[in-house]
């Protein structure tokens, strides 16, 4: 029920993922009649595969978190999340309010022993291939510590998930490259990765350096990770129109276009943030997607694939067992 467009969008994008994913079921939560109305139009052998479960309340996109806390338990994102919780589902994506989402997950889904807070890490597009960036707006102050952990959960993650026995990289986004750089939130959290034989720590990273793809995790606080990604993201999309609008000036341009279009799908391709969309919640026994509120329908199949592929990988457990191991050594 969340985000800009509500069910007209979610439930298209539940129906191509559907349609992508043979073994997928998706359940819908929220307003029954509202949905009904979207899936009235679907493919009927699709949406067999679909359910509905009636969620009595809405939590708006402006709500406070707190507010919505303490009056919503039966909101679409409350009962979406005891679904997972009571385990009639794996996964939980959302287009709706990240602070109130945050906070019913902490206290529906529980926290991962050992953490304090959890951390919102999603992939960004590389010269070379992807990186990962925690934390994107879930923790807008963080002390050294929190940003410590996000760094451990950021290299439990990608070890989990990856096909190669590999010690992931971490990087801490700083304005140099210098020790002596940094507010003292940096500099210390600087210490406590240097000091850690568990973490394969590079040092700092500065803004320039996000798109080389030299690191596996970037780690910062939420403040300056939600600015970081919503300037990328416009920037991605700012050059994707201005390379559509030069090649449509004049007749020689369009000409132009059509030789090089292979090259121009490909760099669209790769560049737009849509195929980005799915924001993981690590530090939960559960697995939440968080996918941006503006989202179209291929953003939002993103997230839903974000989703099973952590589903399916039990992406909680592994981060769990790494940091268990870390701990241990």
Known sequence: MGGDFG?????????????????????LVGDKKRIE??????????????????????????????????????????????????????????????GALMAFSRKILKMIPGISRPAIISSVPTEQNKSRLIDLGANVDCSPEQL???AQ??????????????????????????SIKGNDQT???????????????????????????NVDIIVCDGFVGNVLIKASEGVARMVIHRLQTEFKRSWWTRVLATVVISVLKSFRKRVNPDQYNGASFVGLQGVVIKSHGG????????????????ASN?????????????LEQ
């Not at 707190?66 to 589902?89: D, G, H, I």
């Not at 500099?187 to 720590?201: I, V």
């Open 7 to 27: 069910p007209p969008i979610l439930v298209q994008a539940a129906c191509l993922a559907l349609s992508r994913h043979p073994h997928l079921n998706v359940i």
């Open 37 to 98: 109305e979207q899936i009235c139009t679907l493919d009927k052998l699709i949406s067999t595969r679909m359910k509905i479960v009636e969620a009595s309340e809405q939590v708006e996109m402006d709500e406070k978190p707190s507010q919505a806390l303490r009056q919503k338990s039966q909101s679409s994102m409350a009962v979406a999340l005891n679904l997972v919780a009571t385990e009639q589902a794996q996964a939980v994506v959302s287009s709706g309010n990240t």
């Open 148 to 150: 410590f952990q996000f």
């Open 153 to 178: 959960m950021g290299s439990a993650l990608v070890k989990a998930i990856s096909e190669k026995d590999i010690e992931p990289t971490v990087a801490l986004l700083n304005i140099g490259s210098e």
């Open 187 to 213: 500099k210390h959290t600087h210490e406590l990765l240097s000091r850690s034989t568990d973490l394969n720590y590079l040092g700092f990273i500065e803004g320039n350096e996000v798109y080389t793809g």
């Open 295 to 310: 989202a179209n329908v291929s953003a939002t199949v993103a997230a839903i694939e974000e989703a099973i592929r952590e």
């Open 314 to 326: 039990n992406i909680p457990r592994k981060i769990q067992q790494q940091l268990l191991k870390q």
